[in-house]
């Protein structure tokens, strides 16, 4: 039986927090609309954005308000929220203060403008997620890394039962051959298969999963307008039309150093397992093998990666998996999904449940 294990012990380039969040009681709904004016001679002219402003949308748009803040710390002001169970409360309090970046500004004009922007994102596709809604990912709320907003394209379901396939960039044709092989077996099982979209091992889980018929989300690390890897665009477009693209960036966020390793402690804490085909010692999939660890998910590890020195290491932890061959993948798959979510580290959750 695996041990979950959770460490204080945080990717340096994510926000450290060390609390375990629970939703706030704030109602929650997607109640909006754009209105255009209607009178004479006005007939199929834009006019400006009406948004209904509900509790729910009030909420989101005052999240969305604190967030644009300059060298805000993401994670401190969902934490600021929880505590008082309110964004627009932790807006109030901030906005209008000398020593605060929102002196000249009112609470209603940044809702409003925060609330038009969402309304935007929504006429473009994009689903618009904050942490204390409804449609948010449980199993995110079980991580310290938990980004407040999350950004998506698809089909966004509430119990996915997921399995992240992760490793190089640069990888081998055996590398390639056995990340098809995992995403195949694990879509032939019914298990979504999560990756991030990067070249390499990545874009070989994602493309098996759809040949084989199954479910594949891709958590990338720009915003969910860009394109990166640029000879990704068609498959993040067919992943957006048959499974769901996941990013907890705005929207129009180019790609950076940082964004790449919060994305991997995203795609573990979205996934109850990690698999990692092939991966250097300064990688990525290293990266997320570890927070895996810390978010009590189990890993698993194939003979390739078991080539690296740090993969042989990894081995002894409690949690890891070493897998030759698709027949003892299926072994630690199918052990690892039947644990219950105690077993998962979501203990705090009971509406989350593998099924």
């Known amino acids: 039986m695996i041990r979950s294990i959770v460490t204080a012990d945080s990717l340096a380039l994510t926000p450290d927090i060390g609390r375990t969040y629970v939703r706030p009681m704030i109602p929650v709904g997607n109640s909006h609309q754009r209105q255009r004016p209607g009178g004479p001679g006005q007939e199929g002219r834009p006019g400006p954005t009406i948004v209904r402003m509900d509790t729910a949308m009030t909420e989101r748009a005052a999240l969305v308000a604190l967030l644009r803040r300059p060298r805000v710390n993401w994670s401190e002001t969902a934490l600021d929220i929880q505590d008082n169970g309110s964004a627009k409360a932790v807006l109030d309090r901030t906005v209008g203060h000398s020593d605060t970046l929102f002196p000249d500004d009112s609470t209603t004009d940044l809702i409003d403008a925060a609330a038009t922007e969402i309304v935007g994102w929504q006429a473009d596709g994009i689903g618009v997620h ?45 590398g390639l051959r056995i990340a098809r092989a995992v995403a195949t077996t694990l879509a032939g099982r019914g298990v979504t298969v999560v990756s991030g979209l990067a070249s390499g091992i990545d874009t070989a889980a994602h493309s098996a999963a759809l040949e084989a018929g199954g479910r594949t989300v891709a958590v990338i690390g720009t915003g969910i307008r860009r394109y990166y890897p640029p000879d990704n665009r068609r498959l993040q477009d067919h992943i957006a039309d048959v499974g769901l693209l996941i990013s907890q960036f705005w ?40 927070l895996a660890l810390q978010h009590g998910r189990p890993v698993v590890l194939t003979s390739q990666v078991m080539r690296c020195d740090w993969a042989r290491a990894f081995a002894e932890n409690p949690g890891v998996y070493v897998v030759h061959g698709t027949a003892q993948l299926l072994e630690a798959v199918d052990d690892i999904l039947s644990y219950q979510p105690t077993e998962a580290g979501l203990e705090n959750f009971p509406d989350f449940a593998l099924r």
Not at 143 to 172: K, N, T, Y
């Open 251 to 290: 929207p129009d966020a180019p790609p950076s150093r940082q964004s790449f390793p919060m994305r991997n402690a995203v795609m573990s804490g979205y996934a109850v397992a990690t698999v990692v085909v092939e991966a250097g010692e300064t990688s990525g999939a290293r990266i997320q093998a570890r």
């Open 130 to 174: 904050a942490f204390f809604d409804a449609t948010y990912p449980a199993q995110l709320l079980g991580i310290r890394e938990m980004p407040p907003l999350l950004f998506s394209r698809g089909d966004l379901r509430l119990h996915d039962r997921a399995v992240a396939v992760v490793g190089s960039r640069r990888a081998s044709a055996d």
